[in-house]
């Protein structure tokens, strides 16, 4: 069964000088979609992707980058709704291209769907009252 899974890799120094995300698709056919990244040479990394492939594959190739010291963590972790500073204004739904965050009706009340979430930001950055978050 084919799935898409976002995670968040972490590259430890050790790592970025490789080009390991390469061989997810050499050796294990995954196709991947880089959302973001930030990588510098000799330093840590960051890179948000979506890992496309058969179920077995991806677990496989999640390993792989395991065992090369990169560590992953589902992208739902990094951007985070904190209910209770938010005043449902919308400024946020305005910004975020995926629809990840809409307004519910009738009530009017700002949603946050983590699936469609690509970790961009603009919301953390338009939140007026910081309810959104990036936890990276």
């Not at 972490?10 to 990244?37: E, K, T, W």
């Not at 946020?92 to 690509?118: H, N, Q, W």
Request: with cysteine.
């Amino acid at each position: 069964m084919i799935e898409t899974r976002k995670v968040v890799l972490h590259f430890p120094q050790m790592a970025v000088d490789r080009p390991i995300v390469c061989d997810l698709a050499l050796h294990f056919g995954l196709s991947f979609n880089i959302l973001r990244a930030s990588i510098s040479p000799h330093h840590e990394g960051l890179m948000v992707m979506e890992i496309i492939g058969e179920s077995e594959k991806n677990e496989e190739g999640l390993q792989y980058l395991r065992e090369r010291g990169v560590e992953i963590q589902p992208l739902s972790q990094d951007i985070k709704k904190v209910e209770e500073k938010c005043i449902h204004c919308g400024t946020c739904v305005g910004v975020c291209s995926t629809e990840a965050l809409f307004m519910e009706r009738p009530s009017f009340k700002v949603r946050y769907d983590e699936g469609k979430c690509i970790a961009c930001e603009l919301c953390v950055l338009a939140c007026p009252t910081h309810a959104m978050e990036a936890l990276f």
